[in-house]
């Protein structure tokens, strides 16, 4: 049964659930029984509340018995990645700077899927303050690929991804600030959407770089990703930065094909940097979107190169402005050492310095560096310049195109450990995602063909800002065609000619 109940999607679960055909606590059943096989191996959570989730769903249960109607997610577990805010339940962020910080009160997005019906089993592992691309800073130790334990996961939504792809949970939420929800959900082989810049309210989300962070969705499919972005999603008169969402975007309109869409592929995303599998791969998703009736083509976005050095440059500043209220004064890790007991000066560094990890103070001293006098308007400034550049070259494109198709990264999760031996490589791997983040758009990552090793290559759709339904209407029909027999036979090698990556 537990079998049967794990292979249903958020949707279908929530519907028998309120159909009365399910019970909740058989769900939770399942789903614990999954986390205590795997978790260990795994590393997806920091904190599990099995007590609390039943809690959630008892309640949630005596209210359908009684005639009730808890929501459109009713009794569908879903985890959170550990850097947004649930009352009572500790939100580390992947730091022992926070390793005992328990908030007073929920995030805006955890209210909205409490009154949603959705039950939360825990807090998922993440790199350290969303900081790094493979899932592997955490001060709780690195998480595991589920489909190959030897691989990274991806991040910094790493557990978020983990945990739905492992059946540890049916949903998560993640938080994207240069692909940190689409790089794991490629990786891991799940759905990973990130909203237009303010779709989604920042309250309650312990900030990274402020004017690119974005919660978003992760999930087994496009619809799932599309409710779970309906309930969220909306202003929030206590965060200035969030807007009503523009359209409805679930349930998904259902076209009969493409025809009409037109997406463009930047060439600046299809050079060396790509493995000879991913770019055979992105041509199979070209050719796909272009059998179901929509104009494909390739094009000059321009700016490309510099995405990844104005994106660094601006995270690094945002970031070591924010991470600045962390001094085991007001809030974070105190030392104890005895000798800074009496010496403040001493008190703040050793705080600072036991309660972030290397990568978090890399990027600290390299924000603190370019926000300095002398150099604030040789890199910070001019980083904002670029970014106004990479903004327009998005506004150009999408006069022109509907959605742009890409890669979300150059190949298949690497194996564990291998973003310790180059750090700019690391940074390198974001070119693919960061442009959205710079300039507020909206995009998704799909599962879309696999290497010779069964590793999942993800595919990437972008749409201008506001935009999410269109987007998630052609993310279904690819996902549709992607999931048939056939097309995952050409993904593979299989039929059609060799899209077998040459590994790592």
């Known amino acids: 049964m537990a079998k049967a109940l794990l292979s249903l999607s958020a949707t279908q679960l929530s519907e028998r659930i309120r159909n009365k055909e399910i019970r909740i606590t058989d769900v939770l059943d399942a789903v614990f029984e999954t986390i205590q096989k795997r978790e260990q191996e795994l590393g997806a959570f920091i904190t599990v509340d099995e007590e609390g989730a039943r809690e959630q769903g008892d309640a949630l249960q005596r209210l359908l018995d009684a005639g009730g109607d808890p929501g459109p997610l009713c009794g569908v577990p879903m985890a959170v990645k550990d850097n947004i805010c649930v009352k009572d339940l500790p939100t580390t962020c992947g730091s022992r700077m926070l390793k005992d910080f328990v908030p007073t009160y929920d995030a805006e997005v955890i209210r909205r899927l409490r009154e949603a019906g959705a039950i939360f089993i825990g807090k998922t592992n993440m790199d350290e303050f969303g900081m790094g691309s493979y899932g592997e800073?955490?001060?709780?130790?690195?998480?595991?690929?589920?489909?190959?334990?030897?691989?990274v996961a991806g991040g910094s939504s790493a557990g978020s991804a983990v945990a739905v792809a492992a059946g540890e949970a049916y949903l998560a939420l993640g938080s994207d600030t240069g692909g940190s929800v689409r790089t794991p959900s490629a990786f891991?082989?799940?759905?990973?959407?990130k909203p237009s810049y303010g779709a989604v309210s920042r309250r309650g989300l312990i900030a990274y770089a402020s004017s690119?962070?974005?919660?978003?969705?992760?999930?087994?499919?496009?619809?799932?990703?599309?409710?779970?972005?309906?309930?969220?999603?909306?202003?929030?008169?206590?965060?200035?930065?969030?807007?009503?969402l523009r359209e409805k975007v679930w349930p998904i309109q259902k076209r009969k094909d493409l025809s009409g869409i037109s997406i463009g592929m930047p060439s600046g995303w299809l050079g060396e940097q790509l493995s000879d599998g991913m770019r055979r791969n992105i041509d199979v998703a070209a050719t796909t979107l272009r059998d179901l009736g929509a104009e494909v083509e390739e094009f000059d976005l321009g700016y490309e190169d510099l995405a990844v050095a104005a994106y660094y440059t601006i995270a690094d500043a945002q970031c070591s402005s924010n991470l600045a209220?962390?001094?085991?004064?007001?809030?974070?890790?105190?030392?104890?050492?005895?000798?800074?007991?009496?010496?403040?000066?001493?008190?703040?560094?050793?705080?600072?310095?036991?309660?972030?990890?290397?990568?978090?103070?890399?990027?600290?001293?390299?924000?603190?560096?370019?926000?300095?006098?002398?150099?604030?308007e040789a890199y910070y400034l001019k980083a904002l310049q670029v970014r106004r550049l990479i903004r327009e070259a998005f506004t150009r494109a999408f006069q022109r195109y509907d959605l742009l198709l890409g890669p979300v990264s150059g190949n298949v999760a690497p194996s564990l450990g291998a973003s310790f031996q180059d750090n700019l490589k690391m940074y390198e791997s974001d070119r693919y995602t960061v442009p959205a983040n710079l300039a507020g758009l909206c995009a998704i990552s799909l599962p879309f063909g696999k290497d010779d090793s069964g590793l999942p290559y993800g595919v990437q759709l972008l749409g201008d800002t506001g935009c999410e339904k269109g987007l998630l209407e052609v993310a279904a029909f690819l996902e549709a065609a992607s999931l048939s027999g056939e097309d995952q036979q050409v993904a593979r090698g299989e039929k059609g000619g060799d899209l077998n990556g040459e590994g790592l």
């Open 137 to 151: 800073t955490s001060f709780f130790g690195a998480c595991k690929n589920p489909l190959d334990p030897t691989r």
């Open 188 to 193: 891991c082989g799940i759905v990973g959407l």
């Open 212 to 244: 690119m962070d974005q919660i978003g969705t992760m999930a087994k499919n496009v619809e799932d990703a599309a409710l779970l972005l309906q309930v969220i999603a909306g202003e929030d008169p206590m965060d200035a930065t969030s807007r009503p």
């Open 325 to 376: 209220r962390f001094d085991g004064m007001k809030y974070g890790h105190r030392t104890d050492d005895p000798k800074a007991a009496s010496d403040l000066h001493r008190m703040l560094k050793k705080s600072r310095s036991e309660g972030f990890g290397r990568e978090v103070k890399r990027r600290i001293m390299l924000g603190s560096f370019v926000l300095s006098e002398g150099y604030y």
